[in-house]
């Protein structure tokens, strides 16, 4: 029996709503995350603005009087500059650890929306982008404001030093996707997003040349800086603050590294949700 006439326009019509959730789609998730962001807006606001008021006075004001006393300097500057570009890259860390990780045993899980976006029709691939879109989307105003006040601290002596805003939502897009391309696999919470703040993301914190330089550290431990985006997140936006002297094959070692851990990361994740969308 052939389709009447109001049948194919119907059909027409259904095809043609879906052609901008196939073709947007990603963009369709990311709205949705970001208005859902709103409920703790405050909060986003809050730690934004103070977070680096907050590290700033009290390690590039209060102990880095005690070590430029100490000390003829770190890597020919002082401790405010040496450790403001850390903090910063440090900040874009924290954001993307906090937004890879619950959030997507939320949508698969609590509150399933990934299913119901998958049917809208968005693909799998649709719906990691949108939240890693998501995540930039957060990352880059929070490492801004940081940026920002790390001026009004006098803590970036390069005129260079605004690129420190790309090189930092970098890494945090780089550990974002490497937590994502797990923490979207995950199907009971058995305290695994516990685990990664507290035995992947605070020992990167601390082993990455943060509040040191990595040779400080003995050699059978400087790997975990080596291989840490956080150390290569750092000693770049170094390079853009205040100069730090490395060869340039290094500098284009630390771009490639964390481009190709978030294109990976990024890539792996699409993967994941898919297949998990299609069982």
Known sequence: MSATPLEEHDTAAILAAGAKPRRF???YVMEHKLLGMRAYAQTIVATSIGNPLVYLFALGIGLATLVDQNAS???GVGY???VAPALLASAAVT???????YPFLLGFKWVPIFYAMNAAPISGRQIASGMYLAMLARIVPTVTIYFVIMLLFGAVPSSLGWLMIPAAALTGLAVATLIGSYSSGVEEDKGQMAMIMRFGVLPMFLFSGTFFPLEQL???LQWIGW?????HGTELSRVFSYGL???I???VIHVVYLVGLAAWGWLATQRVVTRRLNK
């Open 249 to 251: 094959w290094l500098t």
């Open 95 to 101: 954001v993307a650890a906090e937004e890879a990780t």
């Open 25 to 27: 789609g990603a963009f």
């Open 245 to 247: 002297e490395e060869p």
């Open 227 to 231: 291989i840490s985006p956080l150390w």
């Open 218 to 220: 003995p050699v059978y």
């Open 80 to 82: 405010l500059a040496f």
């Open 73 to 75: 300097g770190l890597q």
